[in-house]
């Protein structure tokens, strides 16, 4: 391998969604550059950190039947029991939901928790409060999706628009089929997205656990798993 292709092979991809910024940035930085040279190497810090936020990195996914994946990087904010929103047409009782929050700095490309069929995408316009409280859920702008697998069972998954985040983007529509793991969206700066899982599922992650969307898994469908408890260190 060469010097060239070792320095390629550890740079993270970019998510073509984040190109119009990274040159908007550049751009600025160059004006800035023209203005006052001290404001163009913030503009060019500014820039970096774009390049950063809409890096999109490989990421090897468990394959097997039953097995849900994170689809979000960040941190688990809540796993409760809750209503799902309306719009995905889960019903009305509460199932269990795995709450993930992205901040600015985590991976913002969210995945398919499982592979399965996208049954049905909804939007919901709303507010753009902090994504951290519990009624964002309910309150802020958000993006919906229903995965129905193979052998029928329901997933809910929800991208929720955050304090700054102003703009959810889907990558597939309904009736597609998607494999666990596939990119379906990105929310644009902080955000979270949450998981209805089904009724009696036991979520096998903690609040405060950190997530890799596409490896982390997050429930197994199919195991008689009476639990599990977890260490912070």
Known sequence: MSIVDSIRSQLV?????????IGAFALVSLVLFWLWSPLGWLGVVATLWCVYFFRDPPRVTPLREGILVSPADGRV??????????????????????????????VHVNRSPIAGRIERIAYTPGLFINAELDKASENNERNGFVISTPSGVKIGMVQIAGLVARRIVTFVREGAGVGAGERVGMIRFGSRVDVYLPEGTRPLVAEGQTMLAGETIIADLKASDPGRTFRVG
């Open 77 to 106: 904010a809540r796993v409760t029991p809750a209503v799902p929103p309306v719009e995905l047409g889960l019903g009305s009782l509460p199932l269990p939901r795995v709450s993930i929050f992205m901040n600015v700095f985590d």
């Open 13 to 21: 991809p970019i998510n073509s969604e984040g190109y119009p910024f």
